[in-house]
């Protein structure tokens, strides 16, 4: 006899099934060192390396655009990978929920304030991104009461436009690249307009919702 119990020695005995989604005990478990929260670490760690190197040698020099290119690429890897892991191996904490945007933002925000300081970018565009990054942060916390506007596929599109026009202006492109990345930031700045409208309508949408259903359940209680 060994004093365990039947149930705990059979869980003891099984090992986990690689690639299996963890369960509900996992979610109380999930502490602040896990995979997800290193990789927005990681993120975060990367914007000072990468500041320093997009503007060494006085921010033309090929070679340490191409260094802080890779920097941006890993940043913007990071970014997909930590939010898909948290969410499938319920690896969410509050850490998480505050660090993931403002690494988000923090990387593009430098990359855009950056490129607009060294003349490559129209100061407009970074204006325009920025302003409307942090016109969304306020509205979320606007509706926050009344529910979460998740992420729709402009949306994403969005993110995919804009770290691929920036990665190419962090790159020193000459001729038809050059040219290209031009029409690819203009594809996503026309994204990220278009998107920030209908998260606005989204928004009010909802408050107005959470708005009626909340004098309906007053009336209910008289």
């Known amino acids: 006899m060994t004093g365990v119990p039947a149930s705990a020695a059979g869980e003891a005995g099984r090992r986990p099934v690689p690639g299996a989604k963890l369960g509900a005990a996992a979610v109380n478990q999930a502490s602040l060192w896990n995979i997800a929260n290193i990789l927005t670490m990681i993120r975060l760690v990367l914007v000072p390396g990468f500041v320093f190197l997009l503007l060494a040698e006085g921010g033309y020099d090929p070679a340490w655009r191409a260094w802080a290119w890779a920097a941006f690429a890993v940043a913007m890897i990071t970014d997909i990978f930590d939010g898909h892991l948290a969410r499938t191996y319920n690896l969410v904490t509050d850490f998480g929920k505050i660090a993931d945007p403002i690494a988000d933002k923090a990387i593009m925000g430098s990359a855009l304030i950056c490129l607009s300081w060294l003349g490559d970018l129209p100061w407009w565009v970074t204006g325009v991104i920025l302003g409307r990054e942090l016109g969304i942060t306020l509205l979320r916390f606007w509706v926050i009461r009344y529910g979460v506007i998740p992420a ?22 000459t001729g038809a690249l050059a040219t290209m990345r031009f029409w690819v930031m203009a594809i996503a700045v026309v994204l990220t307009v278009v998107t920030g409208l209908d998260y606005i309508r989204q928004a009010v949408v909802l408050r107005r919702q ?13």
């Open 152 to 173: 729709s596929r402009g949306g994403k599109l969005k993110t995919l436009a804009q770290g691929t026009a920036v990665g190419m202006y962090v790159l020193a492109l």
């Open 210 to 222: 959470g708005l009626a259903a909340e004098r309906a359940a007053e009336r209910a209680a008289r």
